[in-house]
């Protein structure tokens, strides 16, 4: 009873949020529908399959088409669009994030949850994953785990829940702030998508207040510019979304 009193009320928090964040949801769909690379597919009717198309009883009885015999509609064919996009998405969750800096960053995750399933639900040829890191980095979504779905996820630290009642969850604060390790396996995983993905866009996308404590500037810096996906970033979009005024 208690387990489902606190995910009921983390659902309510969580209703909350996603209301607040659908207006600039609907916009970004857009946005992202029109630049992302496509599949485009095309979908034929049945009747087109004849090498003239469907019959078209209204050109039966006109003296053109009684001459030539043109009595079928041509062929339909129609384009399904479908946008091609892998994205990860990490949040910092370290001591200097408590407060409002949390809040704005647990807004900020589900709003790109929420663009990326209405995408998904739409088009379905997106593939996503969230992390969140302070000391070590901590997975809330794979790319192969589905965010709408209800059903419970076994989880590396033994926990059982579903994505969004993980995120709720988790995004709490502690630790330090060792970011350079965080990003190398959020690369890693992103690069090995692309591998499997080829022609799809890839992108990163880092929440936080960008102060790390673990002596990596430099190295993240250097590990950035390296577009090498072995030894380096790779060759995806980077944003970086930073809160506070470090």
Request: glycine letters at 6%; a negative charge; proline letters at 4%.
């Amino acid at each position: 009873r208690q387990e489902i009193e606190r995910e009921s009320q983390l659902f309510n928090e969580y209703q909350e949020i996603k209301d607040e964040v659908t207006p600039l949801v609907d916009k970004w769909f857009e946005y992202f529908v029109e630049r992302l690379p496509r599949q485009e597919e095309v979908e034929v009717d049945e009747d087109s399959l004849t090498r003239q198309g469907a019959f078209n009883r209204h050109s039966v009885m006109k003296p053109r088409n009684l001459i030539f015999g043109t009595v079928k509609n041509p062929r339909i064919i129609k384009p399904s669009i479908k946008p091609k996009f892998l994205a990860s998405v990490m949040v910092d969750v370290s001591g200097s994030m408590a407060g409002e800096k949390l809040n704005m960053a647990r807004t900020q995750l589900v709003f790109y949850n929420e663009l990326f399933s209405k995408i998904s639900s739409e088009f379905g040829f997106i593939r996503y994953a969230n992390n969140i890191f302070s000391d070590n980095m901590v997975e809330l979504k794979g790319y192969d785990q589905d965010y709408e779905s209800p059903q419970r996820y076994d989880w590396e630290d033994g926990t059982r829940s579903t994505i969004k009642a993980r995120l709720m969850q988790s995004l709490h604060t502690q630790g330090g702030t060792n970011m350079l390790p965080a990003i190398q396996k959020a690369a890693k995983d992103l690069s090995e998508e692309t591998f499997e993905y080829p022609d799809y866009a890839s992108a990163f996308y880092f929440i936080g207040d960008g102060q790390d404590t673990a002596g990596n500037a430099q190295r993240i810096k250097e590990f950035l510019r390296l577009s090498e996906g072995e030894h380096g970033f790779g060759n995806h979009m980077l944003s970086a979304i930073m809160l506070g005024d470090e």
